[in-house]
């Protein structure tokens, strides 16, 4: 009957060795499928924002390739000197108050 008892008390003891084991390697499993699960949607958006970056880059791009052109000349020339063109109807504001 002794023998019996050890044998059962071996067999619980490997089965809870067995159980705590695996409990272990089970948490640690999960943990490295959340983590590879953040990186995943870390690298997507980091993937989205060279996407944008590049979008911006090859707007100026294109702007340096046309900053040169009499169209972009003339521009300017609006916006910071306020130059018009002949055939162009100027509106003086007297309503001004400074």
């Known amino acids: 009957m002794k023998k019996a008892q050890k044998k ?10 067995i159980g705590i084991v695996a409990y272990f390697v089970c948490s ?4 490295v499928i959340s983590r ?5 949607t ?3 958006a980091i993937n989205s924002r060279i996407e944008a970056e590049k979008e911006i880059n090859r ?9 040169h052109s009499d169209e972009n000349y003339k521009k300017i020339a609006r916006k910071t000197l306020g130059l018009v063109e ?5 509106y003086i504001n007297t309503n001004d108050n400074k």
């Open 8 to 17: 059962n008390r071996k067999l619980i003891r490997n089965f809870l060795l």
């Open 28 to 31: 640690a499993f999960f943990g």
């Open 36 to 40: 590879i699960s953040d990186y995943k």
């Open 42 to 44: 870390e690298i997507a």
């Open 59 to 67: 707007s100026l791009k294109e702007d340096k390739l046309n900053m």
């Open 86 to 90: 002949p055939g162009d109807k100027v």
